[in-house]
């Protein structure tokens, strides 16, 4: 019993930082259609920016969020500025190769002024453990979870109850009648982009304590953010967030039980079975993947 | 016709020019030239240049004294970024700079991309500290290594184990229940392969078997299994990232086995130290290249290596790839330097007639060169964290510390 209670512990706590990596994903994919690559580089620059930032000031590293994300938003406008948008009238494959380009310079970058060292931001108590009955966690990892409850929570009202909300939703649902509602697509677009890239800003934020960071970081955790990307649904937050729980629980539940070298095999296999039956993903429906593809 | 007659004239001064310089450097002493292959830039760049820096250093040291067979040594440096550039840049340094052998390379996989074209052009390749078992086992002529590799680890792990540590802990070696985590790429495999062969002969009982990808970002189920299984001592292959990974989390769940013994770069680098705490790291073992902390009177030559190196650039060595790199590059100058003339076949028939004991290099290690032109002296260290310092614990007669375990 202490075990399954240690396993279903660890996997939601893994679940919630791979749902923290999502969100950003999902909301760009959702809405400007951009299947975005460079998004773990995002977060490696981020948690960079938080070492940075941490280290030089000597602050809290929560605190650096009134720094990084910002930053991350502006970085993220810029990039949607100068490099999707004036790809848009172009083949899909012509941005996905930009958005892989950029992840590729985006490490070298770092390669080349960091070199390949890991930075280790300071723990600040966060590694602190709490016990939970038979199991474990750190503070960090609860601040993770509860965050991610959040921040989802906060992007389900801003895109339902706020007027700039709508109109993304609606430049989601139809580009065309959106613009000829008066919605300026391409500003949309700009803004999603960057509150996509501020929101992964947060995760890399919370993230810096309890990981070290490397130009090669973001590669970790892109790909399981995309399973779980198309798991949930395309675009969709709320099926993100319960797909990357899901996840979490088979990595952690598949990493005991048939060992670290075959848990890949499980969570990619479940994610194949997805596909085969509900190729919309768990919480999407085929109205919404009509408008994504 | 006036173009014409200026650029004949430019034509033949550069012409003098080149001539004149050429036998001014000449008339110096004679030059000797080698490649120098290593990752200079992009991701293996720090431990590249490390490596590279040993190198420099034999032959700073071999050129004070003369040189090899009385002329001076020049490095020509290729940049083995990835593999395709290793084998565009070792083609290059054959053809176009004739090196008369190459040394290299850090990587495994480099090496054995790059070695391949120096064979083919019948090119000696000295490969001084890349570990995977395939460099030398495609029995090519020309390659020869004179690090320890894969195996060399594996071997010092399970000794040290046996002879050392199970004593210390006051147990039979063969009640130990071991676990084997490494990460999956060539490197963790083939050591947790001779891990295991080793494990056997020596009657031990190994109750877990994992592997990992190297960007594993939780292995809170592996420690979970290890609890469950009992594991004693731990056995983990690893590089820097999942080496701080598993002592971090095995620290925060509370597992404390008797024993962890990591192989390789990630367990020797004062920066996992610190990232996991000096705290947490205290009295976890290491197995891996001859590192600083080791008796002088086994590694003769290692505090002048330190000196000159500190001089040169200006702060103190960074891991021990340059210590290998240098023990390795310094002996084979020298044999080198014994024999006669620098044809392929020549610098062969030297480096095969090599013959050093162990305890008398900077390394430790001893250079023989035997089956599969690997040196068959070649062998490792057994280390441990204390008090913030890596020392090294085994075997005794390059110790500088007792073993500590937590009783």
């Known amino acids: 019993m202490d075990l399954l209670f ?132 750190l503070t960090g990892q609860v601040v993770i979870m509860l965050c991610s409850i959040f921040m989802v929570g906060g992007l389900h009202l801003f895109l339902t109850k706020t007027q700039m909300g709508r109109a993304i939703r609606a430049t989601a649902q139809n580009r065309n009648a959106a613009q000829l509602m008066g919605i300026n697509v391409s500003r949309i677009n700009m803004v999603t982009f960057g509150i996509g890239i501020a929101c992964v800003g947060i995760a890399a934020v919370l993230l810096s304590p309890l990981y070290p960071v490397n130009a090669q970081t973001g590669q970790s955790f892109v790909l399981i953010a995309f399973v779980i990307v198309v798991m949930g649904g395309l675009g969709s937050i709320a099926g993100a967030f319960y797909a990357a729980l899901i996840i979490g629980l088979v990595d952690a539940f598949a990493g005991f039980y048939l060992g670290s070298s075959l848990k890949d095999v499980a969570v990619f296999g479940i994610f194949l079975l997805v596909l085969i039956f509900r190729p919309s993903g768990l919480f999407g429906n085929a109205r919404k993947l009509a408008h994504v593809s | 016709m006036k173009y014409n007659h200026k650029l004949r004239r430019t034509a033949i001064s550069s012409v003098i020019a080149t001539v004149v310089l050429g036998s001014i450097s000449t008339s110096a002493m004679a030059e000797v030239k080698f490649g120098a292959l290593y990752p200079l830039s992009g991701g293996l760049a720090l431990l590249g240049e490390e490596s590279y820096r040993g190198l420099e250093l034999a032959v700073d040291q071999i050129n004070e004294n003369g040189g090899v067979q009385g002329e001076t040594v020049v490095l020509e440096t290729g940049d083995a970024v990835d593999n395709n550039q290793a084998i565009g840049e070792a083609r290059r340094l054959i053809s176009q700079e004739d090196v008369k052998a190459i040394f290299g390379t850090y990587s495994s996989s480099r090496s054995i991309a790059a070695s391949q074209v120096a064979e083919m052009s019948k090119v000696p390749y000295f490969e001084l500290g890349a570990v995977a078992d395939d460099v030398t086992e495609r029995g090519l002529s ?68 994992e592997h990992y990808p190297a960007s594993i970002v939780d292995m809170s189920s592996i420690i979970l299994s290890l609890k469950n299984e009992e594991v004693d001592v731990v056995l983990q292959t690893s590089y820097q990232d999942d080496s701080v990974l598993f002592l971090r989390q095995a620290n925060e769940r509370d597992y404390q086995p008797k024993a962890i013994i990591g192989g390789g770069g990630g367990y020797s680098m004062t920066p996992t130290a610190e990232a996991v705490g000096h705290d947490v790291i205290d009295g976890v073992f290491d197995v891996d290249f001859t590192q600083y902390n080791v008796n002088p009177d086994f590694a003769p030559g290692i505090e002048d290596f330190q000196a000159a190196y500190e001089e040169k650039y200006e702060e103190a060595p960074r891991s021990g790839h340059s210590l290998i790199n240098y023990a390795g590059a310094l002996e084979l100058l020298r044999a080198i330097d014994a024999g006669n003339g620098f044809s392929a076949d020549e610098i062969k028939k030297a480096v095969l007639a090599m013959d050093v004991p162990d305890g008398e290099t900077a390394a430790g290690m001893g250079i023989k060169i035997g089956e599969n032109n690997q040196n068959e002296r070649a062998s490792m260290m057994g280390m441990q964290w204390q008090d913030g310092e890596l020392v090294t614990v085994y075997p005794e007669e390059a110790s500088v510390a007792d073993i500590r375990t937590h009783q």
Do not use: W
């Open chain 1, 6 to 137: 240690s396993l279903v512990i660890n996997g939601l706590m893994l679940g919630s930082l791979y749902a923290m990596v999502s969100v950003g994903l999902t909301l760009i994919f959702g809405i400007t259609k951009v299947i975005n690559f460079a998004h773990g580089e995002f977060m490696m620059i981020g948690m960079m920016l938080t070492y940075i930032i941490t280290t030089y000031l000597g602050i809290h590293p929560y605190l650096t969020l009134v720094f990084v994300v910002p930053l991350l938003f502006l970085l993220g406008i810029v990039v949607q500025k100068y490099l999707i948008e004036p790809l848009k009238d172009s083949d899909e494959h012509i941005q996905i190769f930009a958005t892989v380009g950029l992840s590729i310079a985006m490490i070298n970058l770092v390669l080349m002024l960091a070199g390949s060292n890991n930075f280790n931001t300071p723990s600040s108590g966060l590694r602190e453990t709490l016990g939970l009955g038979a199991a474990t966690v």
């Open chain 2, 142 to 209: 020309y390659v020869f290594r004179t690090n320890p590799t894969a195996y060399h680890m594996a071997e010092t792990i399970i000794d040290m184990l046996v002879n050392s540590i199970a004593s210390e802990l006051e147990v039979d070696p063969a009640e130990l229940r071991i676990g084997i985590i490494h990460e999956d790429s060539n490197y963790g495999s083939s050591v947790a392969k001779h891990q295991r062969t080793f494990a056997e002969q020596e009657g031990l009982n190994i109750v877990m078997e």
